[in-house]
């Protein structure tokens, strides 16, 4: 029986669409993971590995390129847990404009004052008073699933909106309210915003892109959340800029020891996405497409091969994973056509140097004809489903 490995607790939504598979902690050479922030960077992936889906947005736990490599599909839950982080970051909007954490310590401060509680938080208030968000503005870095939706709910607030994404989709696009304004690139960000809310993926593009450049160009007391990662941000340059005053607060759910007690930092323990609700999302997210991946090859939400699926056609399905090379498609069609099979749809999509096809054929697929697709240079994997 095939079996599907949890290196994490998963939610148990997932349990009922493994139904059938063997599915646990425990499964030995896996066809199948489900995980969460277990690092697989020295994961001994099997001969029988054919995917690993993550829980979650972010895949810097995942050797990517490397599983890429032997044909690992590896997927992600884009957007199942947006909704979490999206509400997290607004609470972070009100603890950077305001003096909350200080202020909840301090009335902590005044426990046994007794009778004198309400005259002594009367006498200090003044000094947590803080600011509004309202009017102020904010700049989302990245429009993906969670940041359009942050995007939209400080607008709803009253913010002013800037957004930047060199990626951003037509799709994500459609959905960002009109009266955000879509700016060409994070420098306008850095000059205009009052606060600064960064949501992109861990890159070598994207690392260490909050530095002591990119702060000196903000504008002073700016405040900065960063719930993506922490390696996002050069964290001494971040001190130094609290210390200075440039940057009123560093809000992030990635806290490094150096961070931990310095005034302006609200460290968080990567609490973004711990909601059961964004959890349940996520699992049945990366279930379902790990088991459609498994049992008919569609590819959804991959970070390291493109997007295919098709409905079935045809007897067979034969799915192959390859180098994005030119022939390739002609090279499996003429050995599929040797055989004297026809094919009846065939798809095959490009990303980044790997792709993935999908060819549906009117025979079953013998095991010669495997050994001769995989055969041909640049073919990683081929799975007959
Ligand atoms: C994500 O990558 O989705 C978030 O950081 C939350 C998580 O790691 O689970």
């Given at each position: 029986?095939?079996?599907?490995?949890k290196?994490?607790?998963?939610?148990?939504?997932?349990d009922?669409?493994?139904?059938?598979?063997?599915?646990?902690?425990?499964?030995?050479?896996?066809?199948?993971?489900?995980?969460?922030?277990?690092?697989m960077?020295?994961?001994?992936?099997?001969?029988?590995l054919?995917?690993?889906?993550?829980?979650?947005?972010?895949?810097?736990?995942?050797?990517?390129?490397?599983?890429?490599?032997?044909?690992?599909?590896?997927?992600?839950?884009?957007?199942?847990?947006?909704?979490?982080?999206?509400?997290?970051?607004?609470?972070?909007?009100?603890?950077?404009?305001?003096?909350?954490?200080?202020?909840?310590?301090?009335?902590?401060?005044?426990?046994?004052?007794?009778?004198n509680?309400?005259?002594?938080?009367?006498?200090?208030?003044?000094?947590?008073?803080?600011?509004?968000?309202?009017?102020?503005?904010?700049g989302?870095?990245?429009?993906?699933?969670?940041?359009?939706?942050?995007?939209?709910?400080?607008?709803?607030?009253?913010?002013?909106?800037?957004?930047?994404?060199?990626?951003?989709?037509?799709?994500?696009?459609?959905?960002?309210?009109?009266?955000?304004?879509?700016?060409?690139?994070?420098?306008?960000?850095?000059?205009?915003?009052?606060?600064?809310?960064?949501?992109?993926?861990?890159?070598?593009?994207?690392?260490?892109?909050?530095?002591?450049?990119?702060?000196?160009?903000?504008?002073?007391?700016?405040?900065?959340i960063?719930?993506?990662?922490?390696?996002?941000?050069?964290?001494?340059?971040?001190?130094?800029?609290?210390?200075?005053?440039?940057?009123?607060?560093?809000?992030t759910?990635?806290?490094?020891a150096?961070?931990?007690?310095?005034?302006?930092?609200?460290?968080?323990?990567?609490?973004?996405?711990s909601?059961?609700?964004?959890?349940?999302?996520?699992?049945?997210?990366?279930?379902?497409?790990?088991k459609?991946?498994?049992?008919?090859?569609?590819?959804?939400?991959?970070?390291?091969?493109?997007?295919?699926?098709?409905?079935?056609?045809?007897?067979?399905?034969?799915?192959?994973?390859?180098?994005?090379?030119?022939n390739?498609?002609?090279?499996?069609?003429?050995?599929?056509?040797?055989?004297?099979?026809?094919?009846?749809?065939m798809?095959?999509?490009?990303?980044?140097?790997?792709?993935?096809?999908?060819?549906?054929?009117?025979?079953?697929?013998?095991?010669?004809?495997?050994?001769?697709?995989?055969?041909?240079?640049?073919?990683?994997?081929?799975?007959?489903?």
């Open positions: 029986m095939a079996g599907i490995l290196l994490n607790a998963i939610s148990p939504l997932a009922p669409i493994f139904a059938g598979y063997e599915y646990g902690d425990n499964i030995k050479d896996p066809m199948g993971i489900m995980v969460r922030s277990a690092n960077a020295d994961y001994p992936a099997g001969e029988n054919l995917a690993v889906a993550r829980a979650g947005a972010g895949t810097n736990n995942i050797p990517v390129a490397e599983y890429a490599k032997k044909g690992i599909v590896v997927f992600n839950t884009p957007g199942a847990n947006a909704n979490a982080v999206k509400e997290l970051v607004i609470c972070e909007l009100f603890l950077g404009g305001r003096k909350i954490t200080e202020a909840i310590d301090w009335v902590k401060s005044l426990k046994g004052e007794g009778e509680v309400g005259k002594l938080v009367e006498k200090g208030k003044g000094k947590f008073a803080g600011h509004e968000i309202y009017g102020k503005t904010l989302v870095i990245g429009l993906g699933a969670i940041g359009i939706m942050v995007a939209n709910a400080a607008k709803a607030l009253g913010m002013r909106v800037l957004g930047a994404d060199p990626f951003l989709s037509t799709h994500n696009a459609l959905m960002l309210d009109p009266a955000v304004e879509v700016v060409a690139g994070n420098d306008e960000i850095y000059r205009r915003a009052d606060f600064i809310t960064v949501h992109v993926p861990l890159t070598p593009q994207t690392k260490g892109m909050l530095n002591r450049q990119t702060l000196d160009a903000c504008r002073d007391g700016v405040v900065i960063n719930n993506s990662r922490g390696e996002l941000a050069d964290t001494a340059a971040v001190k130094e800029a609290l210390e200075s005053g440039k940057l009123s607060r560093y809000i759910d990635f806290p490094t150096d961070l931990i007690g310095v005034d302006g930092a609200i460290c968080l323990p990567h609490l973004g996405a909601t059961p609700e964004a959890e349940d999302n996520c699992a049945v997210m990366a279930a379902n497409q790990l459609d991946y498994i049992e008919n090859g569609n590819i959804t939400n991959s970070v390291n091969y493109p997007a295919v699926s098709a409905a079935r056609e045809g007897t067979a399905r034969i799915c192959i994973c390859h180098m994005n090379r030119a390739m498609i002609a090279q499996f069609a003429a050995a599929i056509s040797a055989k004297g099979i026809n094919i009846a749809n798809t095959d999509k490009a990303k980044g140097d790997y792709a993935y096809g999908i060819i549906d054929i009117e025979n079953e697929a013998d095991d010669g004809l495997v050994r001769e697709l995989e055969e041909i240079e640049g073919v990683i994997r081929v799975r007959v489903v």
